[in-house]
């Protein structure tokens, strides 16, 4: 793995080849492991806000650390930060390890003032970018539209498979022509931070490329994936709520998820079961 050699803005890197061949092998088995979700937007609890529709993501994810259901409005204005963050399994090893390479690199290389003093990568978002399997019709779901990622300080993204196109965008000018295209190759981390990438532009995925027919673990019902993201953030460590201590209005909003989550995972089996238990001794 090389240093942050191609450094051109202290608050941004790119670098192709971090994930060795190892690490590699090794993320991929553990992606076979998985069993990702497809959520819906909104709460299936309660009809969607005015003049939205409820829907499904455009694609399954998985989320480490913690896992901010979409239901439960971590990107929703008014902007919140209590009780949608859940916790979730920890990292593993392969991806502690690079974490730290990351974490590490970001403290001595970026600008301190871009760093929050407690700042370290303790949610992972795993994307899985490919087709949708639609009476045997393939349909590209491999895009994100332009957004802004809401935790405090740098972000940084390891991407596997094929390679995608990322681009920084103005707010509001979704037209005119990007302030940055960055592809994203196999293999490659991207960082970026401080008040430019990270607040005044937005961000997207406008496509990723098909050219290797790649099919990649986990098998997933209904979808072939050609990529697999992790976009390591930082949540205060505060913020983060075991699904038991949620209130319970969140509790019964994710309770399926976690649920179909506890059927292949200990961890949300044990998360489950303690907040039956404390259900049980407070009934409503
Ligand atoms: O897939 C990527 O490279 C970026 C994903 C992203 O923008 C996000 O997770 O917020």
């Known amino acids: 793995m090389l240093g942050f050699a ?15 061949d190892e690490a590699s092998a090794e993320i991929l088995g553990w992606l076979a492991t998985l069993r990702p979700l497809w959520e819906m937007r909104y709460s299936t609890h309660r009809p969607p806000p ?3 529709e409820q829907r499904k993501l455009l694609r399954p994810v998985y ?3 913690n896992w901010q259901f979409a239901c439960l409005g971590y990107y929703e204005p008014p902007r919140r930060a209590r009780d949608v963050a859940v916790t979730a399994e920890p990292f593993p090893a392969v991806l502690a390890r690079l974490v730290a390479i990351v974490e590490r690199r970001v403290r001595t290389e970026f600008p ?3 760093v929050p003093r407690r700042w370290h990568l303790n949610t992972c978002l795993v994307n899985f970018y490919g087709d949708r399997l639609e009476g045997g019709r393939e349909v590209d779901a491999a895009r994100v539209g332009e957004h802004r ?22 707010r509001g000018a979704r037209d005119a022509p990007p ?11 991207q960082v970026f931070g401080g008040p430019l990438w990270k607040d005044d532009l937005l961000h997207r995925v406008q496509r990723v490329d098909d050219k290797r027919g790649l099919d990649l673990p986990p098998a997933i019902e209904g979808f072939r994936t050609r990529r697999v993201n992790f976009t390591f953030r930082y949540v205060p460590d505060e913020h983060v709520v075991p699904f038991a201590k949620l209130p319970a209005a969140a ?6 998820y976690v649920a179909t989550l506890a059927q292949h995972s200990r961890f949300f089996a044990s998360a489950l079961a303690s907040e039956a238990a404390v259900r049980t001794a407070a009934p409503r």
Not at 6 to 20: A, N, T
Not at 251 to 256: A, I, P, W
């Open 6 to 20: 191609r450094v051109r803005d202290r608050c941004y890197v790119y670098e192709p080849g971090f994930v060795d």
């Open 50 to 52: 005015s003049g939205k």
């Open 63 to 65: 989320w480490l650390g």
């Open 112 to 114: 301190p003032s871009t």
């Open 149 to 170: 990622d809401f935790e405090p300080g740098p972000v940084a993204s390891i991407s596997l498979g094929e390679r995608a196109r990322f681009q920084f965008v103005r």
């Open 179 to 189: 302030v940055r295209t960055q592809w994203l190759e196999d293999r490659s981390l």
């Open 251 to 256: 509790r019964d909003d994710v309770r399926d």
